[in-house]
């Protein structure tokens, strides 16, 4: 069965700087997905960005990029110029190529001003 | 709705009582998911459906808890004698095949008095 694991319950950065968020998996498939959510507050769930297994190059939308690493089986999620409206609980997740998909417990972020 | 929807926003029932949560997916998606939301938590899986039929109810925690999908579009969870540990938020969300992510609602604040 697959899992996901995310290993810091909280993390805090300052605001504009860098702050990276670890996750790692355990599959024996090939072909998945990955992804990081983001949930504030308001309970929504929302995309932070996504990538494909089979693609190599690392995906990237403005200041989040991950940085996966499919042999070992790690996608972590790079915030830079972090803002105060980055705070949030932060989810990865795995779909499997049956679409199940499974989440970590997740990472509460803090932006400190 | 363009949305995921589920209905009722909130829920308070006694402990015993049964209860029915229905979630209405984006149109289109095959792929629709339950989890189950503690406070601070990440979403735990319950079971998902492809079309009408669950593609795996791994999840479901015991068997008063049962899920339905007759018409391979709106969903509706159903928890038999309710106890307090049911309390939780309960997120629907439904996606297409392959490499599309998740879309959530806003999920359904069950509390068990």
């Known amino acids: 069965a697959q899992t996901v694991t995310q290993s810091q319950p909280e993390m805090s950065v300052q605001e504009a700087e860098t702050v990276t968020l670890s996750c790692t998996y355990d599959?024996?498939?090939?072909?998945?997905?990955l992804f990081w959510y983001k949930q504030p507050p308001s309970r929504q769930m929302i995309l932070v960005i996504r990538q494909e297994a089979y693609k190599q190059q690392n995906a990237t939308e403005n200041r989040f990029s991950v940085n996966f690493q499919k042999a070992a089986k790690s996608f972590s999620l790079k915030i830079s110029d972090s803002q105060l409206g980055d705070a949030a609980m932060y989810f990865c997740?795995?779909?499997?190529?049956?679409?199940?998909?499974?989440f970590g417990k997740g990472t509460r972020l803090h932006i400190l001003p | 709705g363009a949305g995921v929807s589920q209905t009722p926003s909130n829920k308070v029932t006694e402990k015993g009582k049964y209860v029915e949560l229905r979630c209405d997916p984006i149109s289109g998606h095959t792929a629709l998911y339950w989890y189950r939301q503690s406070l601070g938590q990440g979403p735990e899986f319950l079971i998902y459906f492809q079309g009408t039929g669950a593609a795996d109810d791994s999840g479901l925690p015991n068997d008063r808890f049962f899920a339905v999908r007759p018409e391979g579009s709106v969903s509706t969870l159903k928890i038999q004698r309710t106890e307090r540990g049911d309390s939780a938020v309960y997120l629907c969300?439904?996606?297409?095949?392959?490499?599309?992510?998740?879309?959530f609602g806003q999920g359904t604040r069950l509390t068990v008095v």
């Open positions: 969300a439904s996606s297409l095949k392959g490499k599309t992510e998740a879309f």
């Open positions: 997740a795995y779909k499997n190529r049956d679409d199940k998909i499974i």
């Open positions: 599959t024996s498939e090939s072909d998945y997905y």
